[in-house]
């Protein structure tokens, strides 16, 4: 089992910036992403950003990309999203994501609790 942490989120200005931060702990190994999605109120839960193990590539979905960049360790199984020029339509549960390719070659993804950002316009 893998246990997701995040970390940092709260309130913000349009305009201005945020940092959120996920730590990962458990059976960390065999990592093939760690990302984040979000869910705005009232409707599905959305692709954000990933960073790929082992190269370390990043892809950034289409709504925030330019704004949001995501960055990792994988030796210290870690990611953060660094988010600027924030949109109230940014306003969403946000959730740590992780997969892990078992022995069997079965991808498995685990999900952190959310954490809340809101941005007030």
């Known amino acids: 089992q893998v246990q997701l942490v995040e970390s940092g989120g709260g309130l913000a200005q349009a305009g201005g910036s945020l940092r959120i931060s996920c730590a990962a702990s458990?059976?960390?190994?065999?990592?093939?992403?760690m990302g984040w999605f979000r869910q705005p109120p009232g409707r599905e839960r959305e692709f954000v950003a990933q960073?790929?193990?082992?190269?370390?590539?990043?892809d950034t979905g289409d709504s925030v990309k330019g704004r949001f960049t995501i960055s990792g360790d994988s030796a210290k199984n870690t990611a953060s999203l660094q988010m600027n020029s924030l949109e109230a339509e940014d306003t969403a549960v946000y959730y740590c994501?992780?997969?892990?390719?078992?022995?069997?070659?079965?991808?498995?993804?685990?999900w952190g609790q959310g954490t809340q950002v809101t941005v007030s316009s």
């Open positions: 994501t992780l997969r892990t390719r078992e022995g069997t070659g079965y991808i498995r993804r685990y």
């Open positions: 458990g059976r960390t190994v065999n990592l093939v992403d």
């Open positions: 960073i790929n193990w082992p190269d370390g590539t990043t």
